[in-house]
């Protein structure tokens, strides 16, 4: 198994533009999230989906901010405009919803805004 | 709202030592996760904990999780300094929403 895939690993960009983060989740998985880590605040939950549908988007922290779910194999999650407190690492999980509900976790993309 | 507290937040020890990860949380839930980051990289999943008493061994690891006390312990037999890394628990609350700790920074020192 592949594992869940992020793109790009590295992004560096300037305040105010667009920014553009991927994910694929396992194949066969039908919950998927999306964190935010920071030294200052730790791991935080964005938002998560269930079957393609937002579940919770509360920890999604301003309109700046948006994700989409277009179908079981991909996730997108928009930053527009950027600003520098953006800059994080943005991982995605995902999980089989079930007994364990255990969540496998991307390998990150590190977000730099200058 | 739930509250995940881990202790200490920093470890320094030395290989052959023997110790042990505390993790609080504040409400009710039936799962507690473990996991580990090593620098730079993702978070590994250690260890899923489901019922009052659990406990789940791997290697120099063990996980349990008393959920009358809302507490679960890791405990590290005979470190090596192949364990130096971030030790997360989580634990979930409001469907499958997971909320973690601040990471125990562990660091074994030959």
């Known amino acids: 198994d592949a594992g869940v895939i992020q793109s790009p690993r590295h992004e560096v960009t300037e305040m105010g533009q667009e920014v553009t983060l991927r994910c694929k989740p396992i194949?066969?998985?039908?919950?998927l999230f999306w964190y935010r880590q920071t030294m200052m605040r730790g791991l935080e939950l964005l938002i998560y989906?269930?079957?393609?549908?937002?579940?919770?988007d509360s920890g999604m922290p301003e309109d700046r901010f948006s994700a989409k779910m277009p179908n079981a194999s991909f996730s997108t999650l928009k930053i527009q405009p950027s600003e520098p407190r953006d800059s994080a690492v943005y991982f995605c999980?995902?999980?089989?919803?079930?007994?364990?509900?255990?969540?496998?976790f991307g390998p990150g993309t590190r977000l730099t805004v200058l | 709202e739930l509250k995940v507290e881990q202790n200490p937040l920093f470890l320094s020890m030395q290989e052959g030592k023997n110790y042990t990860i505390y993790c609080n949380y504040s409400?009710?839930?039936?799962?507690l996760y473990w996991y580990r980051q090593d620098p730079g990289k993702s978070l590994e999943s250690l260890f899923v904990l489901l019922s009052n008493g659990a406990v789940k061994q791997e290697g120099r690891l063990m996980a349990s999780l008393d959920t009358k006390a809302r507490l679960s312990t890791l405990h590290i037999t005979a470190a090596v300094h192949d364990l130096s890394a971030t030790y997360f628990c989580a634990v979930q609350s409001g469907g499958s929403r997971l909320t973690f700790g601040e990471g125990t920074q562990l660091t074994v020192n030959p």
């Open positions: 999980a995902s999980t089989r919803l079930g007994l364990y509900n255990e969540q496998f």
């Open positions: 989906f269930n079957n393609n549908v937002p579940i919770d």
């Open positions: 409400t009710t839930s039936d799962r």
């Open positions: 194949s066969g998985h039908n919950s």
